[in-house]
């Protein structure tokens, strides 16, 4: 008996469908990659995609929270913002796959491929020593030591986190000295950053993915700094 499947967006709108006999979801998303259909913010949560092929798969936005990926091969696809919250990417080949954005959170990475150009998936700040970094708060951008001690990460994307910093100067957006001495946490006011201070975070989240969780939240670069909204 022929079953036809329907790929929907997390909006609700109709992307592809397919009709064979024994028909899947997995079976489903393959053809729909195979015809070249694009699959930006498809709705796949807690789809069965064990060792499906969905290599340069337009995955963009896409919601596969719970998803079953294990093996799957993801060589060059893009997931950009997709929604990987709790998927199963055990052994799942993410060469050459772009993840900036991606959420996850929970999701399982053992045995997952990556190479040089698995884009996003490598943290976005040096692993090792100290160096300088850049936050906005208050409208104004810090410059900052991270320590060498300091614990470091980033989930998908530029922005890093860490548990300690020296606080080194203030300047106003247009790169002009600030008479500032002192700025409050944006997100925290009573986390207050102070020229020539070492400011420490005690109950540093150490889940890299956790991206919003407790840190030193901050930038490589202070253009991205003055950029962060």
Request: glycine share 6%; hydrophobic share 40%; net charge neutral.
């Amino acid at each position: 008996m022929k079953t036809k499947i329907e790929i929907k967006t997390i909006w609700g709108s109709l992307l592809f469908e397919y009709e064979c006999e024994n028909n899947s979801v997995k079976e489903t998303v393959i053809n729909a990659i195979k015809s070249g259909a694009d699959l930006i913010d498809a709705n796949l949560s807690d789809a069965d995609l064990i060792d499906a092929n969905l290599s340069d798969a337009n995955l963009s936005g896409a919601n596969l929270i719970g998803a079953n990926l294990r093996r799957a091969n993801l060589i060059g696809a893009n997931l950009i913002g997709a929604n990987l919250r709790r998927a199963n990417l055990i052994g799942a080949n993410l060469s050459d796959a772009n993840l900036i954005g991606a959420n996850l959170i929970g999701a399982n990475l053992r045995r997952a491929k990556i190479n040089e150009n698995t884009g996003y998936f490598n943290i976005s700040c040096p692993e090792e020593g100290s160096f300088i970094a850049f936050k906005k708060a208050s409208g104004k951008i810090i410059k900052l030591l991270i320590t060498e001690t300091s614990k470091r990460s980033s989930a998908t994307s530029l922005k890093c986190r860490a548990s300690e910093a020296k606080v080194l100067s203030f300047e106003n957006l247009d790169g002009s000295e600030c008479q500032l001495t002192e700025i409050a946490s944006n997100y925290d006011y009573k986390f207050i950053y102070k020229i020539g201070e070492t400011v420490t975070v005690e109950n540093f989240d150490d889940n890299r993915w956790n991206e919003c969780s407790t840190g030193i939240h901050f930038f490589t670069s202070k253009e991205q700094a003055k950029q962060y909204n």
